[in-house]
Each structure stands twice: as structure tokens, then as C-alpha cells.
């Protein structure tokens, strides 16, 4: 499975480099809790979901393909799905924000208010599942799954980097590809910005369908209006369908802070639940086939364990101690299933060590509830 956790490998040591950089320029659009949360948001439950977009792909591609591509020069299927591609997310991430349905899975990551390559990451759990109608047609036309995922890859690091807060413009490439200095638009808070530059590789489309915009010229902030973000992952993936619903106040956060966490400490303690799924990944990959009783217990104690980390980024009292039950049960998870590499051991026992440290109040400063914070 290296081929799968080298992408994620490189993905978050880049987002942590430039926010370093960022962070150390001192630059007020930063915040180590928004980066906190945006790694944590997308990566556990997003991946399941990924994995279960590629299984219907799969599944289409080898029972139903209509075999319209399996007689073209390999170089022209390439070509083609690179095009295609990119031509059904403009779509899809156009009716995001038309849609009230799409728009409750879209809305998480507009929700960021601070733009750099965190931001590229913070999704919805449920980002991938709307994504499977748009790309069965690949699959319909035979497009193989090796290709359709490679051009996947190509076109999500893409726009991965589309989102950082650090790559300066490149005039002569603004006129076929997204940069960040089109992409940030469609993060603009205000004015109906983020009804414009839909693009996710080539900013062609919106030139075409006439969604095309430059960044004003005066200053602007990004995010959406309404209810902030609560910054617990399970909360701010479900709220929205509840809405729909009519269940305005389902999944209300605790008002009061009891403690603030140092930034250290919560970085290192997403690095650690991060590294933990990747080795997840590197185990088990898409988890489709063969799954077992061992697989799903670590997926539901690494999903336990990005709530927990939310509850410590806010300073709720439960966020303690979830956090140190959720990393007792891991390393004993991983002591029962016989994982004996020092990976395994090594990652768990700091991760259990760090959950203890921040229980007895190490890392952590006490809040005075006269001055707490609410939600």
C-alpha cells in the first residue's frame, strides 16, 4: 500500500512546513487550532468514504462498461480522462452551491477562515459520496480504474496546492490553470465570490460557462457567514442535514471552556492520531475487501479519536478525558492484535503517554469561568 501512504505522507508534512513558514512570518490570517481541525476533519471517516467511491468504480467498470474507450490509442484515453475529469468536478462543485443537500456536505470547507494548505484538507466526512454519480460516467465509458485513480491523484494535488497561502502568481499560467490566485476568490466571504471560480485543475471552465472572477481589490475575508464552525468534526459533518430537517438545535457543543491547550501539545497530538492512520491506510488500504473485526475496531478508535482531539482544541472538560480513554484503547488495541513493530508500538505508546500528560494538566492552563469562553 505504499502507493496510497506516500501521497498522504507528502501531503502532511507539506501543510505543516507552510504553516510553519506562515506562522512564522506572524501573519494574522493564521490559527494552529483552524489547521488542528482541518487535518483532523477529512482523514478518517473522508477516507472510508474515498475508498467506497473507488469500490463503485470498480464495480461499474468491470460489470458495466459500455467499452467505448477499450479501442482508443492508450495516449488519447489518458488525455481524455485528464479533460473529463476536471470538466465533471466543475460541475459537481457548482451544483455544491446550488443545492441545499450538496451544499450541507460543501459547506465544512468553506467554513475555514484562514487560507493556506490546511484548507485543502478540511472536508466533509461525507465529501466523496456526492462525488460517485459525476465520476460512473469515466466508468460507463470503460475508462480502466487505474487510470481514472492516477488522474484522481493528479487533479486533487492540484488542487491541494491551489489552496496555499505561500505560492506566489504565475501570470502566464492564470490563463489555463487554477492557482491560489483564482482559488482564493472562491473563499471570499462576501460579495458572491464563492459563487465564482468553480475550477478545480482548469480554469477554462468557468471562462466558458461565465462563472470567471478576479480577487477585488479591496480587503476581504474568507469564510461563510451564519454559525460559526465548533470545531468538532462529527458535529460540523452532521449539523447541516439536521438543519435540513428542521432539528435547528441537534448537536449543541458545551458552552463553557475550562482550559486552554498549548499549541504544542495539540499539534503534536494530531501528528500522532495522523500517523496513526496512515499506518491504518498502509494496513488496510481502501478496506473493501476482506474486512475484519481488528480493521474496524481501530477505524472506530481513530473516528473517537479526531472527536476527542476536537474537545481538547476547544477546552472542554470531556475533551480530557476522551482523549486519554480513546489512546488506552488504541495501544491496548494494538497489544491484543499482536502489532509488536515498533511503528505500532512506538506511535501508541507516545500517543498514550501525551493523552496522560494532558490529563493530569500538563500542557494545558486552567480558564476561569468568570472569563470563559462560549461556542
Known sequence: MNELTF????????????AVIIARQKRASFSWRDVVFN?????????????????CYGFVVTHFSLGIVDHWPIWLVWLFTLVAWDFGFYWLHRLH????????????????????????????WYSSLTSIPFFLLLALMGVPLAVFMAISILHYTIQFFNHSGVIPRFRWLEKLMVTPH?????????????NRNFGG????????????SEPPETPHQYGIGGESATQNPFVDSNRPFLRILGMKNGLKQPRETHYQIKEIFLVSGTLLLFTLVIGYIYLYGYGFNGTTGVQVGLFILLALGTVALSGLSSGYLWGKWSW?????????????????????LVVSGVLWLHS?????????????KTDAQTE
Do not use: C
Open 356 to 368: 496522560l500528560l494532558v490529563l493530569v494538566g500538563f500542557g494545558v492552563t486552567k480558564v476561569d
Open 39 to 55: 487535518l483532523n476533519s477529512g482523514h478518517i471517516m473522508l477516507w472510508l468514504f474515498r475508498g467506497l467511491e473507488l469500490f
Open 201 to 212: 485543475s482548469f480554469i477554462i471552465w468557468d471562462k466558458l460557462f461565465g462563472s470567471f
Open 324 to 344: 486519554f480513554l480513546v489512546a488506552t484503547m488504541i495501544a491496548a488495541w494494538v497489544l491484543s492484535a499482536g502489532w509488536l513493530m515498533p511503528f505500532w
Open 182 to 194: 483564482h482559488h482564493r476568490v472562491h473563499h471570499i466571504k462576501s460579495g458572491g465570490y464563492a
Open 7 to 18: 501521497p498522504v505522507i507528502f501531503m502532511l508534512l507539506i501543510v505543516m512546513a507552510e
Open 97 to 124: 452551491h446550488r443545492y441545499r443537500l450538496l451544499w450541507a456536505v460543501h459547506v465544512v470547507h468553506h467554513q475555514g477562515e484562514h487560507f493556506n494548505l490546511s484548507l485543502g484538507v478540511r472536508n466533509s
